[in-house]
């Protein structure tokens, strides 16, 4: 196998330490993005979680809008969770108004739709292509995905809504595998960065 790969963590707001602490365990030199020239730096990126209007704010404040979507376009690998997850869809259902995406995975979402953030739960998730045991699923007022398109894998359900997919190197889930310890998730994602270079 070539050199470890670099995977950027968006670094505007969100749980970025959290992310940077599970790709190094991961066996992936992790670094934290905020400008077009870092993230020109990096073989593939995660998006946290956080709020997704603000990181949508923020991206377009720092000049990250067009260089996201274009690196992502042309198969940058990308890893979003949560907030991450809505910034990687296509198309969200509720969006705040000027709130904008990434996109990159043929999916509609809905924001908040597990609740707000008093009901916030764990819960047990069978992710396909996960190995041993299903994963601890922390959903903070989690997204869940309403529809996908042919071209998207869904990954993972809970209680009937979907709750991980993946399009060709983009893969998204509703819940937080950076705050378990569960480094299974990102595991896949950093392979998902091997096997794109
Ligand atoms: N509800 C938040 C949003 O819309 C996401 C919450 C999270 O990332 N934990 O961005």
């Given at each position: 196998?070539?050199?470890?790969?670099?995977?950027?963590?968006?670094?505007?707001?969100?749980?970025?330490?959290?992310h940077?602490i599970?790709?190094?365990?991961?066996?992936?030199?992790?670094?934290?993005?905020?400008?077009?020239?870092?993230?020109?730096?990096?073989?593939?990126?995660?998006?946290?979680?956080?709020?997704?209007?603000?990181?949508s704010k923020?991206a377009?404040?720092?000049?990250?809008?067009?260089?996201?979507?274009?690196?992502i376009?042309?198969g940058?690998?990308?890893?979003?969770?949560?907030?991450?997850?809505?910034?990687?869809?296509?198309?969200?259902?509720?969006?705040?108004?000027?709130?904008?995406?990434?996109?990159?995975?043929?999916?509609?979402?809905?924001?908040?739709?597990?609740?707000?953030?008093?009901e916030?739960?764990?819960?047990?998730?069978?992710?396909?292509g996960?190995?041993?045991?299903?994963v601890e699923?922390?959903?903070?007022?989690?997204p869940?995905?309403?529809s996908?398109?042919?071209?998207?894998?869904?990954l993972?359900?809970?209680?009937?809504h979907?709750?991980?997919?993946r399009?060709g190197?983009?893969l998204?889930?509703?819940?937080?595998?950076?705050?378990t310890?569960?480094?299974?998730?990102?595991?896949?994602?950093?392979?998902?960065v091997?096997?794109?270079?």
């Amino acid at each position: 196998m070539s050199t470890t790969p670099v995977i950027g963590v968006l670094a505007l707001q969100g749980d970025v330490r959290e992310h940077l602490i599970a790709l190094a365990a991961a066996d992936a030199v992790a670094r934290p993005v905020r400008r077009p020239e870092e993230l020109a730096e990096v073989d593939g990126l995660v998006v946290p979680g956080g709020e997704s209007t603000t990181i949508s704010k923020l991206a377009t404040l720092f000049g990250l809008m067009e260089p996201l979507r274009e690196r992502i376009a042309a198969g940058m690998p990308v890893y979003g969770t949560c907030a991450g997850l809505i910034m990687l869809a296509d198309k969200i259902l509720d969006p705040r108004s000027g709130q904008e995406t990434f996109g990159g995975i043929d999916m509609i979402v809905r924001r908040n739709a597990f609740g707000r953030q008093n009901e916030s739960f764990e819960a047990g998730v069978t992710v396909r292509g996960v190995e041993d045991g299903p994963v601890e699923g922390v959903f903070i007022r989690a997204p869940w995905v309403e529809s996908v398109g042919a071209e998207v894998e869904v990954l993972a359900e809970h209680e009937g809504h979907i709750v991980a997919v993946r399009q060709g190197r983009a893969l998204a889930t509703s819940f937080h595998p950076e705050l378990t310890g569960d480094h299974r998730l990102h595991a896949l994602f950093v392979d998902m960065v091997r096997a794109g270079r």
